[in-house]
C-alpha cells in the first residue's frame, strides 16, 4: 500500500514525478490560450503542474508536454516567460506573507526590538534583514540568530521592507513564532531554491 500523503497528488509535467498538489506550481490557460502560471492555484480551469524547478519548467516546455496537457488548445510557451511568472510569484508570496503577519501583529521592527525578542527563547521564528543594511548592525543580527538558533533571511532593501511594514525604512524584522512564520520560511527557501538555480 502506498503511504498516505497530505493532499492530493499532481504529476510534474518535467519530470513525470508525482507529488503534492500544494508543492508544485500550477497552470492554466487564458482565454487567449497562453499558458499562465496560478502560483496561489485559484484560477478556475484545467490545471497543469510543474515542480518549483527551473530544469522542470524548462524540460516541460522543451518537450511540449503543455500542449499534451491541454490537448493542443494552447500557444506553446517559452519557459523564460514561465520561469519569469513564477519567480515573481514566488515574490509576491513572500511580501504577502509578510504583510498578513504585519496585520496579524506577529512582527517586530527594528533591531534594538528584534534583539530583544531574541533574548526570549522561543519568541521568533525567524528573522528578516534588508541587502542594503549595514554591515555592523547585520553582525549583531548575524551573531545573535546563530547563538538562538533563529533562521535569518535577507529579503529586499530597506525602502521595499519599510513599505511593506508601512514605513519609511526598515533593516530588520523579527517575525514571531507560528504559522505565518512557518509559511514564510517555506516561502523563503522556495524562492531561493528556485533563484538560484540558473
Ligand atoms: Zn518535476
Known amino acids: 500500500m502506498k503511504p498516505e500523503k497530505d493532499g492530493p497528488q499532481r504529476t510534474c509535467l518535467g519530470c513525470r514525478k508525482a507529488l503534492d498538489k500544494n508543492d508544485l506550481v500550477r497552470y492554466v490557460l487564458s482565454a487567449a490560450g497562453d499558458v499562465v ?6 484560477l478556475p480551469g484545467r490545471g497543469a503542474y510543474t515542480c ?27 519557459s523564460d516567460t514561465l520561469i519569469a511568472q513564477i519567480h515573481r510569484q514566488l515574490g509576491e508570496r513572500v511580501e504577502g506573507l509578510l504583510g498578513m503577519a504585519r496585520k496579524a501583529g ?14 526570549r527563547p522561543g519568541e521568533l521564528g525567524l528573522v528578516i534583514v534588508a541587502g542594503d543594511m549595514s554591515e ?19 529579503w529586499g532593501e530597506k525602502a521595499s ?28 527557501e522556495r524562492y531561493k531554491q528556485f533563484v538560484g538555480e540558473i
Open 37 to 42: 502560471v496560478d502560483f496561489r492555484q485559484k
Open 136 to 154: 555592523g548592525i547585520l553582525e549583531k543580527i548575524r551573531r545573535k540568530c546563530q547563538a538562538t538558533g533563529v533562521p535569518l533571511h535577507t
Open 106 to 119: 506577529m512582527t517586530v521592527g527594528g533591531s534594538n526590538l528584534t534583539l530583544a525578542s531574541m533574548d
Open 52 to 78: 518549483v524547478c527551473r530544469a522542470c519548467v524548462t524540460d516541460a516546455v522543451r518537450r511540449d508536454q503543455f500542449s499534451r496537457a491541454y490537448r493542443g488548445k494552447n500557444r506553446r510557451p517559452e
Open 161 to 188: 521592507l519599510g513599505r511593506l511594514m508601512g514605513r519609511d525604512e526598515r533593516s530588520v524584522i523579527g517575525v514571531k513564532q507560528g504559522k505565518l512564520a512557518e509559511a514564510l520560511s517555506r516561502g523563503l
